[in-house]
């Protein structure tokens, strides 16, 4: 390129799709001396996160914390559950709902995985279908992802629970919200879901460590109908306050709390609708430039259609390798990176490399969404990646409401 100047000095940008952008409110509330973890601040703290949490998942039900990450959340959700022999049903739009499959396989449930590929969302007919034709009632749960991250499709999780309660069902609806919680609409009661799991460090900007798994009555008598269950993965003791506060099932994840302290202040400052129609607005403006830039040349959108769309995360891919080069173009060029292309492609074949995804959920705003994507707009220049024109324009008009 004529201008060889290095700006990648400066703030770096960390635009993938979890870990978010870790909000200063967030770091300065870690950044202390340990505090007591029997007795004073922590305690009383902690305890006013779980009506928070509650509040950001839509639901009156149960609440526990893990330390640990997304997949620690998808074994507690199972290990509450289930039991070896039992069966699940997993209708899959991507890597992770396969991921979560894995991890039931692991523990000896058997599962059945409903493929719609990397494309598609749930196809409901056929997993009404399914249902229907399990008369002795074998599935247990069904194992829902709400979005994708490899994908970035977003399923309908209310119109599963209405065919469940069409069919006339008893399973479980368990849904991982690891990506979309504070990102996409989703409401916990209202859309009948039994089992929900999430994790701090997308939607809710706080380093890895923590995750939460939601659960209601029903799931909480699945739990009680259990012959053994393990310690420390158990919900009960951790959705009690008198038992869990003090001692943790072991020592306190103790500024992670700090953090998301501050986390679900500043959402709750924000107002949980806000920060839906935020995600919703900037996910708009970013649409509206891949468009502008797949209208000519290689780029393509992995999901063709708005409505199928998540508002944290979108994947795309050019022709390999160029998402590798403009992904390492953006890093040290620009001080920009972009995420991975995951569970697209086997990651030792040549094709993995035209993959990439752009992260937009938590700590981000309209100038972070612009810089994104006039970075993706240079990295095409600076690498003559051919690409079709206006895609800032329209990103301006899309944030602009023109
Ligand atoms: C990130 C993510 C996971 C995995 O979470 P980890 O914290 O990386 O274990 C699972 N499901 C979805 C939908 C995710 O986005």
């Known amino acids: 390129m004529s201008g060889s100047v290095n700006v990648s ?19 300065q509330a870690m950044h202390r001396a340990s505090p007591n973890i029997y ?3 922590l305690i009383e703290m902690t305890a006013t996160l779980i009506p928070d949490l509650r509040r950001v998942a ?20 199972l290990q509450n559950t289930l039991q070896p022999g039992d069966l699940v049903l997993v209708p899959a739009s991507g890597r992770f709902a396969i991921g979560w499959s894995e991890m039931a396989d692991g523990l000896g449930i058997e599962t059945e995985v409903l493929d719609f590929g990397n494309h598609a969302p749930w196809d409901l007919d056929r997993i009404a279908e399914r249902l229907a034709a399990d008369k002795e009632h074998r599935i247990k749960a069904v194992l829902g992802v709400h979005v994708d991250t490899s994908s970035s499709i977003r399923n309908d999780v209310a119109a599963l629970r209405r065919l469940l309660d069409a069919s006339g069902h008893p399973a479980l609806l368990m849904a991982d919200c690891i990506a979309s919680l504070g990102c996409d609409r ?15 460090q997308k939607g809710l900007m706080v380093p890895a460590g923590i995750s939460f798994v939601f659960f209601n009555g029903k799931a909480a008598a699945a739990r009680e109908a259990l012959p053994r ?9 951790r959705a009690n306050p008198q038992e869990f506060y003090q001692y943790f099932g072991g020592t306190a994840p103790t500024h992670h709390l700090y953090g998301l302290r501050a986390a679900l202040d500043m959402i ?24 502008a830039w797949g209208s000519d040349g290689p780029l393509r959108m992995n999901v063709p259609y708005r409505a199928l769309r998540s508002n944290a995360v979108t994947a795309l891919q050019l022709e390999a390798p160029g998402g590798t080069r403009l992904r390492q173009w953006l890093e040290q060029n620009l001080g920009l990176t972009l995420g991975i292309g995951l569970g697209m492609a086997p990651s030792d074949s040549p094709e993995w490399h035209g993959f990439f995804r752009l992260g937009h959920m938590g700590h981000v705003n309209g100038h972070m969404v612009l810089g994104l994507l006039g970075g993706v707009e240079t ?9 079709g024109r206006g895609a800032l324009e329209a990103a301006a008009a899309a944030l602009a409401g023109r």
């Not at 709750?268 to 468009?291: S, T």
């Not at 220049?381 to 051919?386: E, G, M, S």
């Open 229 to 237: 269950i393990s310690r420390y993965w158990d919900w009960k003791p």
């Open 58 to 77: 839509r639901t009156q039900h149960h609440a526990a914390i893990y330390i640990a990450n997304g997949h620690g959340a998808w074994e507690a959700a």
């Open 186 to 200: 989703f409401e916990m009661d209202d859309w009948g879901v039994d089992v929900m799991v999430s994790a701090c």
């Open 268 to 291: 709750h400052a924000e107002g949980i609708e806000n920060v839906w129609a935020r995600h919703a607005h900037l996910a708009r403006a970013i649409w509206a430039a891949c468009e």
């Open 39 to 41: 007795a004073g601040e």
């Open 9 to 27: 000095a400066g703030r770096s940008y960390l635009a993938i799709p979890g870990p978010s952008v870790v909000p200063d409110q967030v770091l």
């Open 379 to 387: 990295g095409l220049r600076a690498l003559d990646i051919p690409h």
